[in-house]
């Protein structure tokens, strides 16, 4: 097992996968994102900043949870983020419609199998022996 200390309470325990974080921190967190996700349905069109300030949690987390599309915002919403390729401002996820379209057209084409060309079958002249011109 891997031993490790909380990035938010500084305690120690034994870490398994995902953020580094305890298990109670984890809980709080949870718990936070349930707040917040009901507080956005209550003000929908809300800024990322006006989440932070009202339920008390960063931006950048608010960001995690959009790009792990655990919150999502209405098409009407102002609130957007980056697509972390291009630029371009997105309701959820890491990366815009248009990025997705080019990364799964350049990673079909990385994995297509290239026809094998048809070999033309060998001529038999019976078994006669060849001889080489030194």
Not at 14 to 35: D, M, T, V
Not at 46 to 52: G, I, T, Y
Request: net charge positive; with cysteine.
């Amino acid at each position: 097992m891997d031993v490790r200390t909380c990035k938010s309470c500084k305690r120690i325990f034994n870490y398994l996968s995902g953020p580094i974080i305890c298990p109670s921190c984890q809980e709080k967190l949870e718990e936070k994102f349930k707040e917040v996700k009901d507080y956005i349905r209550e003000n929908p069109n809300a800024s990322l900043q006006n989440v932070s300030d009202a339920m008390e949690v960063s931006v950048k987390q608010l960001k995690n949870w959009v790009r792990e599309e655990r919150l999502t915002f209405s098409d009407d919403s102002p609130v957007g983020i980056e697509c972390m390729n291009c630029g371009a401002m997105i309701k959820c996820g890491k990366y815009c419609e248009a990025c997705k379209g080019r990364m799964i057209n350049t990673l079909s084409h990385a994995v297509e199998e290239k026809p094998k060309p048809v070999e033309a079958p060998r001529k038999s002249d019976g078994n006669r022996m060849r001889f080489l011109d030194t």
